[in-house]
């Protein structure tokens, strides 16, 4: 099972950024795609966006496109998740996890249930 730490969140107002970070528990995780996920309350976990392991190959959700960036540090053995003008929409649990590909549907997802606990980002005014 691999695990995860995220760190980052925090509360900020509409138009504001926040960087996140992806910290592995104790394996390397750049032999993996590697996925941010996000849960709003009361809703499904989504994918937000998902870099490949060898081609580094960047894939975002609509909702995200334009304003979020997902890097990774193969030295530091790290991902990060910067969002600009983060709107109260973005509001949520965000969750890094491995093995993130792309549907049919275009949609991020993961086929297993390994979750770290998770940062919270707050949106409001």
């Known amino acids: 099972q691999l695990q995860f730490v995220e760190s980052g969140g925090g509360l900020v107002q509409p138009g504001e950024s926040l960087n996140l970070t992806c910290t592995p528990s104790?394996?390397?995780?750049?032999?993996?795609?590697i996925g941010w996920f996000r849960q709003a309350p009361g809703k499904d976990r989504e994918g937000v966006s998902c870099i490949a392991t060898r081609t580094q190959y960047e894939y975002y959700a609509d909702s995200v496109k334009g304003r979020f960036t997902i890097s990774r540090d193969t030295a530091k053995n790290m991902v990060f998740l910067q969002m600009t003008n983060l709107g109260p929409e973005d509001t949520g649990t965000y969750y890094c996890t491995a093995g993130c590909f792309i549907t049919a549907f275009r949609t991020i997802v993961v086929t297993h249930s390994d979750w770290g606990k998770g940062t919270l980002v707050t949106v409001s005014s």
């Open positions: 104790g394996f390397n995780l750049n032999i993996y795609n």
